[in-house]
């Protein structure tokens, strides 16, 4: 069974960089046909998709956050990495890491999700 658990700080301070950290057990990341997203819900809000890492390494990001976004993945520890720059309050939501069989972008086949951190962005 795949189990994945976010970690990172539950405060931020605005303008600063919110960093996100989402170990995974049970399975590889590097394991052909899977990819590892960001998911996010703002209160009273949808999720919202923030980015991927795929396989391979390779990466597909949202492109309303594109700009302030950035994944990456440690092999040797079997995590991957969020990174938000210059958060604001509107960026407080609960944040979800998750896996998905790779089809593509948009194929949305998200079969095991973290169980969310808050983090909260205060100004």
């Known amino acids: 069974q795949v189990q994945l658990t976010e970690s990172g700080p539950g405060l931020v301070n605005a303008s600063q960089t919110l960093s996100l950290t989402c170990t995974v057990s049970?399975?590889?990341?590097?394991?052909?046909?899977?990819?590892w997203s960001w998911i996010r819900q703002p209160p009273g809000m949808a999720l919202e998709w923030m980015g991927v890492?795929?396989?391979?390494?390779?990466?597909h990001y949202n492109p309303a956050l594109k700009r302030r976004t950035s994944i990456s993945r440690d092999t040797s520890k079997n995590q991957f990495s969020l990174q938000l720059n210059s958060v604001t309050p509107e960026d407080t939501a609960v944040y979800y890491c998750?896996?998905?069989?790779?089809?593509?972008?948009?194929?949305?086949?998200?079969?095991?999700w973290g169980q969310g951190t808050q983090v909260t962005v205060f100004s």
């Open positions: 998750t896996r998905e069989t790779w089809y593509g972008l948009g194929s949305d086949t998200y079969d095991f």
């Open positions: 049970g399975g590889s990341i590097t394991t052909s046909s899977y990819a």
């Open positions: 890492i795929v396989y391979d390494g390779s990466t």
